[in-house]
């Protein structure tokens, strides 16, 4: 199903897209390239369903990944879920395909993503609420969604604690958030690659400052897996009798 829309008011649309953005705002280098239609349209097929297997050095796998974000997440009939910062929708896809009465809403900053996204959900017979919109600013309501779910992004927010604050706000109390990143090496050829890699913008996350910053938003991590320098976790907000 489509998103019901939790809109905090009218915006324009563009073939399909609502359009959030008044203007785009300069970004770190690591993402200008979101903006390129060929970026846009290489990056499943030739980074995201690859990545994980890579990144772990063989010993998980993308599949493996929404296999488990599924299992957490635990998303129910009629919900209404979150893609943030959704990339070409691969989560939102998956979550379509494994329970069809879900809402689903995914939004990015790159209006290129999102119409690959668009391109995807329709191929696969998926409906899908698509919004250009700045993590940092989400234009939802409050308590709008059951559950969030963020693959990969991370690394690419500017801005972790608005952007945390942000994610709670439209939670529903209880409300669910997956969270798949990459944190810092340990190792000194990690480390120095990283170091290279944060030059354009990239940034790896320590996970106790992450679960620091979540908690201070009213998230607490209630699961956490690593597989090298891969993190999945599972957060939750905190219902409002025990707020």
């Known amino acids: 199903m489509a998103g019901i829309s939790r809109l905090d008011k009218s915006y324009p ?16 280098l690591a993402q200008s390239s979101n903006f390129l239609p060929l970026t846009a349209k290489l990056y499943e097929p030739l980074w995201r369903h690859r990545s994980l297997g890579i990144l772990t050095r063989g010993s998980f796998s993308t599949q493996r990944e929404l296999e488990l974000m599924l299992e957490w997440l635990e998303a129910k009939a009629n919900e209404t879920i979150l893609d943030a910062a959704c990339s070409a929708g691969l989560y939102a896809r998956t979550l379509a395909n494994y329970e069809p009465t879900l809402n689903l809403t995914a939004t990015d900053f790159s ?19 698509l919004i250009q919109a700045d993590v940092r600013e989400l234009p939802f309501e409050g308590d709008s969604f059951d559950a969030i779910v963020c693959g990969g992004s991370l690394n690419e927010f500017t801005d ?11 939670l529903k109390p209880g409300g669910r ?26 940034r790896f996350i320590d996970p106790k400052e992450l679960e620091q910053l979540a908690q201070e938003a009213n998230l607490t991590l209630q699961k956490a897996q690593h597989r090298g320098v891969v993190v999945m976790s599972l957060f939750k907000k905190a219902r409002a009798d025990h707020a």
């Open 13 to 28: 649309e563009k073939d399909g897209i609502i359009l959030t953005l008044k203007e785009r705002s300069r970004v770190p």
């Open 111 to 129: 209006l290129p993503f999102l119409q690959q996204a668009k391109s995807y959900a329709e191929q696969k017979n998926v409906q899908l609420e």
């Open 160 to 170: 972790l604690p608005t952007t945390l604050a942000e994610f709670a706000r439209v």
């Open 177 to 202: 958030m997956w969270q798949m990143y990459l944190k810092e090496a340990e190792g000194w050829a990690g480390k120095s690659l990283q170091g290279l890699i944060k030059l354009s913008g990239i």
